[in-house]
């Protein structure tokens, strides 16, 4: 997807008020409500979005990985890429990697929302099953079907389901988050996913030997 239509799915979201979950009172069957306000009348404080990141803060190579929950190509890099670049870079210190969100449909939003839902401590555990589960939730059937396969993801992570509807409906939070990836699209140049900014520097999907030498090169070795 180019960098234009991710901005206007974006906007999409924020402009219909994105659409919220909730569960009628004695259960039943879940309706999508809009959203009541819309990110255009006032502006939004992003700040409050923290970076989810993991390594060592202090490391000379900071990577940033712009991904989406409901795109294959970044499961097939956590099932593969990343996890050989956890254990070499990530997990000895060497760099400081973050991970921030790219909305491209509702789904994935519902997903960042499931996923920030356990804080920092449980992000990349709950990031992980997402991914794993990719095939099944994205595939689930009607938007209530997909959010009910996020629910039990969130479920499997150890989130209580008073926490878990709390998140799908905290409209506010929602449009922050979108208004947040569209800061960090523009300035990067995120054009497609995953996409990798080492240094600075943007980089569309690679190998782990390129990503590697990438790395290396940013830090002087």
Same mark, same amino acid.
């Given at each position: ?12 979201? +924020?402009?219909?008020?994105? $659409? &919220? ?13 809009? *959203? @009541?306000?819309?990110?255009?009348q006032a502006e939004i404080d992003t700040s409050v979005i923290a970076d989810m990141q993991l390594g060592n803060p202090d490391a000379p190579v900071t990577v940033i990985e712009y ?30 990697? +973050?991970?921030?969100?790219? $909305? &491209? ?13 356990? *804080? @920092? ?55 922050t988050l979108v208004a947040w990836f569209q800061q960090n699209a523009e300035e990067h ?33």
């Amino acid at each position: 997807m180019n960098r234009r239509h991710v901005l206007l799915s974006s906007a999409a979201l +924020i402009a219909t008020g994105g $659409y &919220f979950l909730t569960r009628p009172k004695g259960g039943g069957e879940v309706d999508l409500l809009p *959203g @009541a306000a819309n990110a255009q009348q006032a502006e939004i404080d992003t700040s409050v979005i923290a970076d989810m990141q993991l390594g060592n803060p202090d490391a000379p190579v900071t990577v940033i990985e712009y991904a989406s929950y409901t795109c294959p190509h970044c499961a097939t890099f956590h099932q593969g890429t990343y996890k050989q670049l956890k254990a070499d870079y990530i997990d000895t210190g060497k760099i400081n990697f +973050i991970y921030r969100e790219v $909305y &491209f449909d509702r789904y994935g939003l519902w997903a960042s929302m499931i996923a920030r839902c356990g *804080g @920092a401590e449980r992000f990349f555990g709950i990031t992980d099953l997402i991914y794993q589960r990719q095939a099944e939730w994205t595939r689930a059937g009607t938007p209530p079907q997909i959010a009910d396969e996020l629910r039990k993801i969130g479920r499997l992570a150890g989130l209580e389901d008073d926490a878990l509807e709390a998140c799908l409906q905290d409209q506010d939070m929602a449009q922050t988050l979108v208004a947040w990836f569209q800061q960090n699209a523009e300035e990067h140049g995120v054009e497609s996913t995953p996409s990798f900014v080492i240094n600075g520097k943007t980089y569309k999907n690679m190998n782990y030997d390129d990503f590697s030498a990438l790395i290396d090169e940013a830090s002087g070795n």
